[in-house]
């Protein structure tokens, strides 16, 4: 079996802000005290460690489905298809839309759902799937006819995160999904997407 990406897409907001507009605020260490540092110090030593030279921001008005739409968007154009011959759209998040200048999330109707209306999709292939604990995504089985590829980018920072907390989702939640692909298919493909980068391998 081969598979192949016919199209890619992205969106890139328009709003650039360099490392410079740190230099007026307030940096504390994880205990809540001020770091007394100059900012400028501070701010050369996060960018050789993280490589952030500059951000992007989008506009207010934009939300995660917003951005994911444009993407989207570019991606269909790219590959030079017919959005109704689409079967899945996979949307991977954190958080759903979160409104500017608030902290309340929005993730119901989903995103996928949402991403589809903004393309105009009335396909009633392409349709989601929701599950609270992705180490139950067997429970997803009677759900899935068939599938000979699987998508996966979910993933989190290990900023901030216990190693057990960590290992849960970056190993036992994808070696979950992908044991369910494989018991679905054992001759799927898997894309694994991390920050840095993809690994493919069968399902075997």
């Not at 109704?84 to 500017?100: K, P, Q, R, V």
């Not at 999709?121 to 180490?135: A, M, R, T």
């Not at 009677?142 to 907390?165: P, V």
């Not at 991390?194 to 493919?200: A, G, P, T």
Request: charged content about 25%.
């Amino acid at each position: 079996m081969n598979i192949k990406i016919t199209g890619s897409g992205s969106y890139i907001p328009e709003i650039v802000q360099d490392n410079s507009k740190f230099l007026d605020r307030e940096f504390f260490d994880n205990e809540g005290n001020k770091i007394e540092t100059k900012n400028d110090e501070i701010i050369e030593k996060f960018q050789k460690i993280t490589g952030i030279k500059e951000r992007r921001y989008a506009k207010d008005e934009f939300n995660t489905s917003d951005i994911a739409y444009l993407a989207a968007k570019n991606a269909i154009e790219d590959a030079k298809i017919d959005p109704e011959t689409i079967d899945y759209i996979i949307l991977a998040h954190n958080f759903g839309n979160a409104s500017n200048n608030t902290t309340q999330i929005d993730i119901f109707p989903s995103l996928s759902v949402r991403v589809k209306n903004l393309l105009k999709i009335k396909n009633p292939k392409v349709s989601e799937l929701i599950i609270s604990d992705f180490l139950k995504v067997k429970e997803l089985k009677k759900n899935i006819k068939n599938c000979n590829a699987c998508f996966h980018c979910m993933g989190i920072t290990s900023f901030g995160q216990s190693s057990e907390y960590y290992y849960k989702v970056t190993f036992e939640m994808t070696k979950a999904i992908a044991d369910l692909v494989h018991s679905i298919n054992p001759n799927s493909i898997m894309n694994y997407v991390s920050r840095c980068s993809c690994s493919r391998f069968r399902c075997r």
